[in-house]
């Protein structure tokens, strides 16, 4: 039973364009939300976070929104630049772990 | 510069054979965890440990087990490696609370054949 959902395996864009990198979970104990970003043949790195108090939060050109009534998180990215191509996982924190999606393959056309 | 760093980046085992896979953090880190990762279905919990010689079982602990002699050391062990371990591995660490993020290391591209 996957808790935390990433329904889009891979996703194209073009330079200086918007990443929208969506995420969905069910279980509404879950008050807090991040982001990482993977690389090949290296380990996640953090990215940004969402605490469940909050709808939004920004750090330079990544944003995550965050919808409790329905359950959904996004990410977005601008403007895209090359450099991001990566896998980004969203992870949901309960009982004093993280939950992962399944994770999303960014690729971002010069 | 924090650091995990994990004791190979490949490794390439026979069937059947004893498996360590080491974790070491040197950011006095009382969280430490140990994720399999395969294409499709993301970062799955293994084990984690939230003290020394303390271990919880994570969401796919079967055909696996750890140790926690020290605080900055967390050993993955498969006693009996099979063909559908073959896998990525990658621990992490986290200071104590509920909202600490996690650092990764590189990860251990494990292959048994």
């Known amino acids: 039973d996957q808790q935390v959902k990433q329904n889009s395996p891979s996703l194209s864009v073009q330079e200086g364009r918007i990443s929208i990198l969506n995420c969905d979970y069910t279980?509404?104990?879950?008050?807090?939300f991040l982001w990482y970003k993977k690389y090949p043949a290296e380990g996640p790195t953090f990215l940004i976070s969402?605490?469940?108090?909050?709808d939004k939060n920004e750090d330079g050109r990544f944003t995550v929104f965050l919808n409790k009534s329905a359950k959904h998180l996004s990410l977005h990215i601008v403007p895209s630049q090359p450099g991001d191509s990566a896998v980004y996982f969203c992870?949901?924190?309960?009982?004093?772990?993280?939950?992962f999606g399944q994770g999303t393959e960014l690729s971002v056309k010069p | 510069d924090v650091k995990v760093t994990q004791s190979s980046r490949y490794l390439v085992k026979r069937t059947g054979e004893k498996v360590f896979l080491e974790c070491v953090q040197d950011?006095?880190?009382?969280?430490m965890f140990w994720y399999r990762q395969d294409p499709g279905l993301g970062l799955r919990l293994i084990y984690f440990?939230?003290?020394?010689?303390?271990?919880e079982k994570g969401d796919i602990p079967e055909g696996y087990s750890v140790s926690r002699e020290k605080k900055e050391r967390f050993s993955l062990i498969l006693e009996s490696a099979s063909t559908n371990q073959t896998s990525m591995y990658l621990c992490?660490?986290?200071?104590?609370?509920?909202?600490?993020?996690?650092?990764f290391g590189p990860g251990t591209r494990l292959t048994v054949l």
């Open positions: 440990s939230y003290d020394v010689k303390m271990k």
């Open positions: 992490a660490s986290s200071g104590a609370g509920g909202y600490n993020e996690q650092f």
């Open positions: 992870a949901a924190s309960g009982m004093g772990k993280l939950i």
């Open positions: 279980n509404s104990m879950f008050d807090y």
């Open positions: 950011m006095d880190h009382e969280n």
């Open positions: 969402i605490s469940s108090i909050k």
